[in-house]
């Protein structure tokens, strides 16, 4: 009886209806498969050839095999733009997501007062855009005029050159990077909705502080969140170019040449095509490994039960 | 006769015919008084018997901008009645030369007709990859007679010897300084300094060190125009790139004395001691810029600096000078900074010979001399300084102006295929060796010019 329960064949699934249901929903999605085949798979695939080549755009490729590849890695700029980004990657994220919860946190707990408002002051830095927001930190960053040492000289500290400095450039677009972290936030904040204050209850019962409720309850439980924005932040740091590019142009002596700045100086100022090819690849390569590598330690799918 | 001289023969021939072409082919030139702004100007106004119109990529911006409509304005007017019309575009970061904007249109067919660039270093990188049209038979056509140009100018012009950038202006590099601060400082401002030792005395006179820092520079090496790849290392006599041997060279005496100088007033000051001067929006038509605001006695910059002096500090006395440089460099002399015109490759014949005419247009003094009175630019051909109101009015700057730019060894340096990465790279590097002191500056320069000899080589 099971067996032929099993071969029975839902009449629908043969019927004219569902072929015509299925062409149509083809029709429907036949736009976007174009536009991907065209404008995302192909350029994927033609980047990929292109890498192998000596390509300037206006002359044909060249086939080189893998000399760009080679090439890359005697290459001094590409080598400072991807320590560059390392350290943003391991001093820039970790900080600023650690701001970001911090903040989060601060903002969920139900006994500070004003925090509504506070949420808004956090965010509003997203809204301005980007070219406006390099415009200002160029000011806020300013050695004798900015904020930042203005503030910094009240408390008798003389400020160094930010942005004209080998050392402090990079902190200083990190700072930049913590003024923007309002999406962030608010992404935590959705994030802690979810935590049940059941456990904050019990864990309160049990005679745990806010630390303790913190370390043990809310930090494991946005674990996922945080995975995924720490995620989108790395992705961020290897795409990031307009701050370096309007900020500093990869100056001083190339402390702020990042990865994607120097790909497309290779490619839209040098004619580079083939070269900022290999580049790209590279990037996607060791950008896959460092998500699946994040994925891996921060256990993503898992949820507190199943560890 | 000898293969030699059936050859000669044969050249000669060709070269009757050519000229007998070009003179049946010569144009109808006649006059027209168009408005160009508020001011009306005699112009030429060619037929060569088509019409229809052209697009045209402008890098200029803000005044800038504003003179080049005025100047489409009046060709569209003499124009009017051949059914001739220029449709320009306002294209920043150089026509989209610097932003890849230009490439891409080249490659996607949508490039305009014609364009005009201030970065004609890149641009010279765009004619060596074969991104723009020769020019040399459509000159022919519309009669534009480039054999005065001044020789530094046609470094430029031609790659292989095939003309692929026109001139519309260009620029003289000189020193600027405040005869008040030399004054305070002792020194004579009538007397500014002619070679390398005597700017060094008067950099070191002018500058005031604080406890915390310092209060004023004499002069920032790499300020302004001495930010640009090449500018300060050509006139200090180096030649970064033989377009002979088709070699790079970036480690000749003159340029070593060059970066030598540069590190040895980083090591003094301390470079990021000197660039919290400068950093910032305080950029050369900003009145925050060092020189305005008293922070530096001397700076390197072009004729366009005294428009922006004017504009911005209007109040502040300066004198200008000859850049002075080391023995064994170019005495009263200048690279050139070109703005040039160039008709991307792909643009059919037709649109080509319209968009020549705005060339020929442009070069005329009529048309410029708004541009030459307002930014102190310079003619191409020396004679045609005699028609600026700068010089029929008696005007000391531009009088030096002219005598720099009669130089003979005034010249746009490092045109090659690799030019646009070729100063950046010697940016990089020059910065490399102001923060990084106990670099070595032979060794460093020799392993740039490897690497982009590498690079050159392989185009």
């Known amino acids: ?307 | 006769m000898t293969l030699r001289n059936r050859r000669a023969l044969v050249i000669a021939g060709a070269m009757v015919l050519s000229a007998a072409a070009a003179y049946s082919a010569s144009a109808d030139v006649t006059t027209k008084t168009v408005h160009m702004g508020d001011r009306e100007i005699v112009t030429e106004v060619v037929d060569l018997g088509i019409s229809g119109e052209f697009s045209y990529w402008s890098c200029f911006t803000g005044d800038s901008a504003t003179w080049d409509q005025e100047r489409i304005d009046a060709f569209n007017e003499a124009y009017e009645d051949l059914g001739i019309k220029c449709n320009v575009q306002f294209v920043p970061d150089g026509a989209g030369i610097n932003n890849g904007k230009l490439i891409s249109a080249i490659s996607g067919g949508t490039a305009p007709d014609l364009l005009i660039t201030d970065n004609p270093t890149s641009a010279y990188q765009y004619a060596a990859e074969g991104s723009f049209l020769p020019l040399d038979d459509i000159l022919t056509e519309i009669d534009l007679k480039v054999d005065d140009f001044f020789d530094g100018c046609k470094d430029v012009m031609y790659y292989d010897d095939v003309c692929y950038l026109v001139p519309q202006d260009t620029n003289v590099i000189l020193l600027y300084y405040r005869p008040d601060t030399a004054e305070e400082c002792g020194l004579d401002p009538e007397n500014p300094p002619t070679n390398l030792d005597e700017l060094n005395v008067w950099a070191d006179a002018m500058t005031v060190a604080t406890d915390s820092g310092y209060d004023r520079f004499g002069i920032i090496p790499w300020l302004d125009s001495g930010d640009d790849a090449f500018v300060l290392p050509y006139i200090f006599g180096a030649n970064p790139y033989d377009s002979e041997s088709g070699k790079i060279n970036l480690t000749d005496e003159q340029m070593v004395k060059y970066m030598t100088w540069v590190q040895d007033y980083a090591a003094k000051y301390d470079p990021e001691k000197i660039n919290a001067f400068t950093s910032g929006l305080g950029g050369m038509f900003s009145p925050d810029h060092p020189f305005m605001t008293g922070k530096v006695g001397m700076t390197i910059t072009g004729n366009w600096f005294s428009e922006a002096l004017r504009q911005y500090a209007p109040d502040v006395q300066y004198k200008v000078c000859p850049v002075p440089v080391p023995e064994g460099g170019r005495v009263k002399s200048s690279t050139f900074g070109c703005n040039v015109f160039a008709i991307p490759y792909g643009t059919d014949e037709k649109q080509a010979e319209l968009a020549s005419l705005f060339i020929r247009f442009c070069e005329q003094g009529s048309v410029n001399e708004d541009n030459f009175a307002q930014w102190r630019s310079i003619p191409v051909i020396d004679a045609a300084f005699d028609d600026v109101s700068l010089t029929k009015n008696g005007d000391e700057m531009y009088a030096l102006e002219r005598e720099i730019a009669n130089s003979p060894e005034n010249g746009i340096p490092a045109l090659c295929a690799v030019s646009a990465e070729l100063s950046t790279q010697f940016q990089t590097v020059r910065e490399s060796l102001i923060y990084n002191t106990d670099l070595d500056v032979t060794e460093e320069l020799q392993k740039l010019q490897d690497q982009m000899q590498l690079q050159l080589d392989t185009k």
């Open chain 1, 1 to 307: 009886m099971a067996k032929e329960k099993k071969k029975k064949v839902n009449p629908y699934k043969t019927s004219v209806m569902r072929r015509k249901e299925a062409r149509n929903g083809l029709l429907f999605v036949l736009p976007w498969i174009i536009g991907f085949l065209a404008f995302t798979l192909y350029p994927i695939a033609a980047s990929l050839y292109y890498s192998l080549c000596n390509y300037t755009v206006i002359k044909p490729p060249r086939f080189i095999g893998t000399a760009n590849y080679r090439a890359l890695f005697h290459d001094a700029t590409f080598l400072a733009s991807c320590r560059n980004t390392l350290f943003m990657i391991c001093v820039g994220v970790p900080v600023t997501t650690v701001v970001a919860v911090s903040v989060s946190i601060l903002l969920n707990y139900k006994k500070l007062r004003g925090t509504s408002w506070m949420r808004v002051v956090f965010f509003i830095p997203t809204l301005v855009p980007t070219v406006v927001a390099c415009l200002l930190w160029i000011w806020v960053m300013q050695p004798d005029t900015g904020i930042v040492n203005t503030l910094l000289r009240y408390i008798g500290i003389q400020g160094p050159g930010w942005l004209s400095s080998v050392k402090w450039a990079k902190p200083a677009f990190i700072l930049m990077m913590i003024w923007t972290c309002g999406n962030a936030i608010i992404i935590y904040l959705a994030g802690l909705q979810d935590v049940s204050e059941t456990l904050y209850d019990a864990a309160a019962i049990d005679g745990a502080g806010f630390f303790k409720q913190t370390i043990y309850i809310t930090i494991p439980l946005l674990r996922p969140t945080i995975l995924y924005n720490v995620v989108t932040l790395i992705i961020g740091v290897f795409q990031w170019f307009t701050e370096p590019y309007i900020m500093t142009e990869g100056g001083p002596s190339n402390a702020t040449m990042f990865y994607s700045l120097y790909l497309y100086q290779n490619a839209f100022s040098f004619f580079k095509m083939g070269y900022a090819s290999a580049q790209a690849y590279i990037m996607l390569v060791v950008a896959m490994l460092v998500i699946l590598f994040l994925f891996r330690v921060l256990k993503f799918g898992e949820t507190e039960m199943d560890s």
